[in-house]
T-cell receptor, first 115, second 116 residues
């Protein structure tokens, strides 16, 4: 079974621009979570989507948004980019049956550099 | 809120030796999962091992085992017969059980270098 895939793998943007990152979960997995990884703050949770609905959100400004499609693929968008948004963005998927938190499997990440 | 602390920013071990990485966590929850993830230079986050808090038996996966002390809120990872491929950042992570869907809460990580 193919793993979690993320596109693009690398991205360079300038301040003020917006960016969209994509994540395709493992086949059959219905939950997709997004994390931001920086040297200073470590790994921080952005949001989680399940069945096209955001069901959990981390402490990030409204410039960070996401969505999930009917095939469970997810996108996250960052508008009005700031230098501090430079980070590795990791996507993770899990199966999710009612009442049980399964293990999250991670994609290779998208490295975003904001100049 | 839950917190996860990894007190060893960096560690090194000789090839074929054993090394233990420490992790402590703080939570008022009784039911939760604990994980160790490995992130090699490729940056791909890989699950190493998982422990359910309701299980008293420590989890083991080949050369990797944990020492889970629930009362002490401690969750250390032991790597036996260390290999060069074990060189990576290791993250300890916490997830509480429902109700309420919760994300992984990560520690800051321990950078492990395996030396030939």
């Amino acid at each position: 079974k193919a793993g979690v895939t993320q596109t693009p793998r690398y991205l360079i943007k300038t301040r003020g621009q917006q960016v969209t990152l994509s994540c395709s979960p493992i086949s059959g997995h219905r939950s997709v979570s997004w994390y931001q990884q920086t040297p200073g703050q470590g790994l921080q949770f952005l949001f989680e989507y399940f069945s096209e609905t955001q069901r959990n959100k981390g402490n990030f400004p409204g410039r960070f948004s996401g969505r999930q499609f009917s095939n469970s693929r997810s996108e996250m968008n960052v508008s009005t980019l700031e230098l501090g948004d430079s980070a590795l963005y990791l996507c993770a998927s899990r199966l999710t049956t009612a009442g049980t938190p399964e293990t999250q499997y991670f994609g290779p990440g998208t490295r975003l550099l904001v100049l | 809120a839950q917190t996860v602390t990894q007190s060893q920013p960096e560690m090194s071990v000789q090839e074929a030796e054993t090394v233990t990485l420490s992790c402590t966590y703080d939570t008022s929850e009784n039911n939760y999962y604990l994980f160790w993830y490995k992130q090699p230079p490729s940056r791909q986050m890989i699950l190493v091992i998982r422990q359910e808090a309701y299980k008293q038996q420590n989890a083991t996966e080949n050369r990797f085992s944990v020492n889970f002390q629930k009362a002490a809120k401690s969750f250390s990872l032991k790597i036996s017969d260390s290999q060069l491929g074990d060189t990576a950042m290791y993250f300890c992570a916490f997830m509480k059980l429902p109700p309420g869907n919760t994300p992984l809460v990560f520690g800051k990580g321990t950078r492990l270098s395996v030396i030939a």
